[in-house]
């Protein structure tokens, strides 16, 4: 049978506190302050280092970003010459924008589409010169004097109306 250790009560001296903070039994040698001090001296070392490094990696991947864009551009340039050696593409082209057709064509041009709005046919047409009856400088300067002191919203704002040039 296997004999269970036995417990001894040991008293504490009368001036030790009972319980010692944690950092009192530390014991710091030489090695570890040379540990600690190389350590930091890595530190002070390597972070100007380290913010260049990330700095630069940023600035690459930017002008990877501008290289990848650049690239699309040029594909898209590439497609438009590619697109005009066709002699079809040239053709279309030139009866669309140019309205070139060949001999024989009948081609129809259409004058009026029916999207043609009507003007006021009200107001006679005059060979003279005429002057207008409104002051023109009177009434930017209002404007400009209504713009800046007004608080109402600017669907609410009437344009003013003069009688006669003074």
Known sequence: MARQPRTVPVALPADVPAATPWFRNLQISGFTVTVLLLIVGALIVLAPSLRVLVEQQNEIAALERRVAEQQAVVDELQTDIDRWQDPAYIEAQARDRLLYVYPGDITYLIVDDG???????????????????????????SSIVTAGLTDLPADQLVSPEFGGAE
């Open 115 to 141: 999207l043609t709005i009507e003007g006021d046919e009200g107001t006679p047409v005059s060979d003279e010169i005429q002057s207008t009856r409104i002051d023109w400088t009177r009434a930017l300067l």
